[in-house]
Each structure stands twice: as C-alpha cells, then as structure tokens.
C-alpha cells in the first residue's frame, strides 16, 4: 500500500522536510528581526549564524532526500515541489484556493533577497531590510495563499524569499537520510498503523527524534528506538489545531482554567489551542496580555497562543510587538461571555480598528452579530409573549438574517481595509454565500464553523435545555445543513473550531428564567477530535478534508504549517492514534474540564483518541492525561502581508 502511494507523497513529503527546517530557521530569523515599521521585535533567539544566500539565478542543486520506503526523488528542489490537488496528488479534484490561507506549492519569485545580496554572508536585519517593492512574488504564490503558495506557508514576503534563498543553498540533514537506510537510533518508533502523510493514507512508521518527526518509513525499515508503540490497528493522523477556545484564566476559574482546558484538550486529541481575550481583566493591553502568558506558561500541557482584544486601538501595535497570535472582536453584547467591553458594533470603529490591524500582519478573527436586529427580534418576542428562555433565545439568536446582514458588512469593511478576517460561526446559508463569493472575488477571508450549531438538534436542544443553546435549530433548517455540509467540503468553509466554552450546570440552568442574563456556551474538548470523527464514519466528510479542517489549515492561518498540522519529516511530532472502529456513548462521567459536562451526553460515536503526542511526548494515553503542566509552548504571532502592503 505504501508503495503504490510514493509518486503522490515523494514530492510533498521532501517538501515538507525541509519546510519543517526552513520554517524553524525562518522562525528565529523572525524572532531576531524588525517589524514593517522598522522597530526591532523582542528576541527570544538570536540567529548568530545566517546562512551563505545564494547569487541570483543559481541553479538549485539536486537534493536526493527519500521518502517513506526509501524510494529517492528525481532530484528537483524543494522550491520545485508542488502540491497541486488539495488530495496530494497532482490535479487531483479538491476544495478551492482560498485567498486567506497559505497553499501549497513553489515557484520562484522575481525579485530575490537571495539576488540583492549576492551570495555572501548576510545578516537577518539585511535580509529584512529588502525593499518590500522587491518582493512581488509573481509567479511564487502570496503568502495569503493567492495563486500558488510556498510550501512552507510562510508571512512576511522578505521571509519567503529568505526561505526561498535558504532552500537554494542545499540545506540537507544527513541523519533523514540515515533514517531512510535505518541506520539510526531514535526517541520513538510508531509501529505498524495507518499514517495520513500530507492526503494519503499509508501504512508506515513514524520516527521520532527531540521533538520532531525524524522520518516517515515502511514497517520494515530497521531503525532502532528507545520506546516502541505499537499502533497496529490504529490511524495516526496530526494533532488538532483549535483556533477557538475559552480557558476562562484569569477571572472565571469557576468555569475552567489552562490547567483542565489543556488536560481535556489532550484527551479529545487537541495539541495546540488559541484561546479568547473575555476574561477578567480582559486582554485589551501589554500588561494583562503577558499575566495572561505566564499563568498559561505554568499550567499549559498543550501549545498554545492567544487572540488579544482589538478594542484599545492604541495597544495594537504594542500587542504585536509583545506576540500576540492575533486579535478578537465580538460585534455581540449582552451577558457574560458576550463583554459589551470588547464588543464593536459600529462600522466605523470596526474599520478604524481593521486598518490598525492590518499594519501587524495578523488575523481579525470575529464573532459576527447584528446586535441591534436581535435586540428588535427579542423585544417583539417578548411583546408577543414568548417566554425568555432558552428555547427562545436559540431560536433567535441563530436566525439566519442576524448573522447574514452582519457578515455583509464585515466583508465590504474587508475589502476597505485589506485585513485577514476570519469569520467565526460560519452556520448561516446566506452567509456562507456571501464568503464564497467573496474568496472568489479574491479577498483575504477565512471562516470557521463549530460542532455546536450544526450537530446538536432540535431533540437535543429540548431535552439538554440550557446545556445545547444556542444549538437546536440550525440543525432542523435543511436548506441551511445543505449549505453547510456542501462549503465544509468544498473549501468555503476553511475550519472545524470547538469553540470551547465552558460554564457550571448552574450558570446555564438559569436560562430556564431568563436566557438573556444567563451564561452561554459549552465544553467541547474531552470529545472533540470524535465528533468529527464519527462524520468520517457516516460518511459526511472525507478523512482527508477533516484532517485540512482541523489541523492543516489552522496551522496555515497562523502561518505555522508544516511545522504543525502535518506529518511531515521535519514536522513537530504533534499526532494522535485513533481507533476509528471503537464505539463510545458519552456521558458526563470522566472529563477533564473543569465544567464536567457534555452537550453530547447520551450520543454514540464511532472513532476514539486512544493516544495524544505533543512534540513527541505522549500527554494523553487511554483517555488518561498523562503530560505535565507547564510542558505547552507559546504560538506567537506570524505576521502575512501581501506583497504590495
């Protein structure tokens, strides 16, 4: 089986090792370098020793680099390797290109870094100090994933083309090369299971060695290891990537905090999380953005990063500089966890604050709401009678003209500002549309849908009352679950958030009163890599497309891809071992957030974590967490501009 898979892997598994390389070398040359406005960012790194960049136009050297059963490549660069089907093999049928994520890909810019230089020793603050008019990238793919992209999934356009400059130079490891002979000893072997390399499925073996994933082999590749897990029986797929969650630290440890939101994280599959500013204080400048860092430092068993409030305009720039991920609004406001504090809902504001963002390179990520048509809907119902309860507040809050007249506008203030937005609770058909056209029309937008609103129906709603709102009725609509099933497999849709969020039985009870002032929102981790799972299994999604959904394409939105959502050599070893056969009914009984419910009690899913590894080391193992606290790094910010920015 494996066999027959190599001429659609070689070129994206040799890609991707070196862009696992690239990527971290592209890292610290980041970390140690300037921002567009010329202020120098904080460094964590300094990169002592830059590389030697190439003339321009020299001829790639051949890289014989292997893949998988030990097969060489036919020797192009890696900057030749291209994906060109979103299955992984070339021309296969796949999702459209989306103008807000980087793709895969290759090519060669016309204007180089490497050909200002001219071949010899450079420092980053040269290389970063490359006019941006150079960088046009014609011909190479934008970092926003117009047109073909690098392979690496890169930012700023003069780090593409340090990447590319650095890719020409012939960079090899010699031990992936041992690997592919077996002639190597590494950490961790994972033997004997079906591994997803880039959109294929094949039987192989992992090698694992400080952290990273050192090679993908054929079983009987004859490495040695210290640990052996055996995952016959079992599929290895990446890491979740979750752009949606809500640990609730610092103000609302009631609820959840970084400890029991990264323990069931890793119980549901969940390597990597990017969690929300409505906390208390909310994360609205510097100071609350880095207590919020160090208490997560200390407790965090998974990667993590943070999306900071975009309400303070004059603290944007200074959170970037401090590492922030990326930027939340909230256009709703009402109750907690809707902070009319860090709610905007006035399109001028919103413009304002666009225009600050897109100066960082960073997303906007934004919870559309037209606030003032639900607060009219609310009060007619309340006119007519209707109580205010949850089956109330459901019913409104999900109607399909709040959410499509707020994403109408979001989407013309996107074309004024030229901002990376990404749109979350993308469960509007009207919307959806509206995204589509938008992307095509090449705009830079991304959006993400939640398990929520589109799995749990109309029964569930009545039966779990507050536990289910707002989810119920966008389920029972067929036009809209049309809508939704065709653009998560058609690419409008680009993720699978969870949008953690998590509150006491108590807190959401109160919506049986008066669902207006009560708390809304729902744990989603201990269950959240079966969910989607279990579609797989009806046959609803591909594998495939679930795995870009939930872990490549975030990875790409943060501009962190091959490095995370792959398995690729070179790739942190961020994987789960999932029984897709295993049967489970869940219950209340055994999570680990700190809520210690589920929306989805009494529901049987078909597919189970049975083992979660972050950056090689096994965290969860049989549904039980088994990582440290304070193991979790910090994703910071990766800036992506477009080349004429």
Known sequence: MLGSALPALESLAEAGKRGGRLLALADRAWESGTTRSGRRRRSRVDFDEPPVLPQARRPSPAWPGRCCSGSTTSGRSPSDATVRGLDGAAGAAGPARNPGVPQPGGGSPRGSAAGVLSGRHATVAEVYAVPPKISTLQGHGNVDGSGEGPVCGLRDPRQVEFCDAVMKTGVTIETEREASRGSVKVDTRIHGGEVMVGSTLCTADILVHQEKILGVVSPDNSSDADVVIDARGRTVLPGIIDLHAHTREPGYTHKEDFLTASQAAAVGGVTTIVDM???????????????????????????????????????ISALAEAGATGYKVFQVSGAYPHDPRLAINDDGALLRAMRAIVETGLPMVVHPFN??????????????????????????????????TAVSSLINLQRLSGVRLHLLHSHSASSLRLIRAAKAAGQRITCAIDPKYYQLTRSDLERGRGRVCPGGFVAEDPGRMEEIWQSLNDGT???????????????????????????????????????????????????????????ETPARILGIFP??????????????????????????????????????????????????????????SGRRVVGSPGYGRYIPGRPQYLANQ
């Open 277 to 315: 500013p409505n906390v208390e204080p909310p994360t609205d400048s510097v100071r609350a953005f880095e207590d919020k860092r160090a208490a997560a430092a200390a407790k965090s068993i998974v990667d993590w990063g943070h999306f900071v409030a975009a309400t303070n305009l004059g603290e």
């Open 371 to 404: 606030q003032s048509l639900f607060d009219q809907l609310s009060e007619e119902a309340f006119v007519a009678g209707r109580p205010r309860n949850w089956r109330t507040f459901a019913e409104i809050y999900t109607a399909e003209e709040i959410w499509h």
């Open 493 to 551: 849709i680009d993720i699978i958030d969870s949008d953690h969020a998590p509150h006491t039985l108590e807190e959401v009870a109160a919506q049986d009163v008066n669902a207006w002032d009560a708390a809304m929102g729902s744990p989603q981790y201990d269950w959240h890599y079966s969910i989607v799972l279990n579609d797989v299994h009806a046959g609803r999604i591909s594998l495939s497309r679930a795995v870009q959904l939930l872990c």
């Open 563 to 620: 490095r995370k959502g792959a398995l690729l050599p070179g790739s942190d070893a961020d994987l789960v071992l999932v029984d897709r056969h295993a049967e489970t009914t869940l219950d209340d009984r055994g999570l680990y957030t700190k809520a210690g419910w589920t929306p989805y009690s009494g529901w049987t899913l078909k597919g189970l974590v049975t083992m979660t590894m972050l950056r090689g080391t096994v965290i969860a």
